[in-house]
């Protein structure tokens, strides 16, 4: 972590007086987070998850507004959450309930570092 976080890590560029200071550097420790991990594990490629968040995001919206439960693209979501998703839109289909999406276009995609543990009796480390 020392490589991602520590004094070796540089900032890259000027940012512009829009953002708080608290989201820029938060925004920075994930992309030096991510330049890091991507050497290890091809999994970590930035492009590659913002590409896949927004395919995932507009195959969801598509599946509900076309009303076909077989449309949710179940095999990029955890099980219980397309599993919800299919039932919804059963439900809405149902329901005689359509969805419209006008004009939709995905405009900025943003990762955001989450730490998920399934113990949270077991306690985060902190960094200073």
Same mark, same amino acid.
């Given at each position: 972590?020392?490589?991602?976080?520590?004094?070796?890590?540089?900032?890259?560029?000027?940012?512009?007086?829009?953002?708080?200071?608290?989201?820029?550097?938060?925004?920075?420790?994930?992309?030096?987070?991510?330049?890091?991990?991507?050497?290890?594990?091809?999994?970590?490629?930035?492009?590659?998850?913002?590409?896949?968040?927004?395919?995932?995001?507009?195959?969801?919206?598509?599946?509900?507004?076309?009303?076909?439960?077989?449309?949710?693209?179940?095999?990029?979501?955890?099980?219980?959450?397309?599993?919800? %998703?299919?039932?919804?839109?059963?439900?809405?289909?149902?329901?005689?309930?359509?969805?419209?999406?006008?004009?939709?276009?995905?405009?900025?995609?943003? %990762?955001? %570092?989450?730490?998920?543990?399934?113990?949270?009796?077991?306690?985060?480390?902190?960094?200073?």
């Amino acid at each position: 972590m020392e490589q991602v976080e520590g004094a070796a890590a540089k900032k890259e560029g000027p940012e512009g007086p829009w953002l708080e200071g608290a989201v820029m550097t938060k925004e920075r420790r994930v992309e030096r987070m991510l330049n890091f991990l991507v050497k290890t594990d091809s999994i970590w490629d930035r492009k590659k998850m913002m590409l896949t968040g927004r395919s995932v995001f507009l195959a969801v919206t598509g599946a509900w507004e076309a009303g076909d439960p077989r449309a949710v693209p179940a095999a990029d979501l955890f099980p219980e959450l397309a599993r919800d %998703l299919h039932d919804a839109i059963r439900k809405n289909r149902d329901k005689g309930i359509s969805l419209e999406f006008r004009n939709l276009a995905v405009r900025k995609v943003e %990762l955001v %570092l989450v730490r998920n543990f399934a113990d949270n009796t077991v306690p985060m480390p902190r960094r200073s």
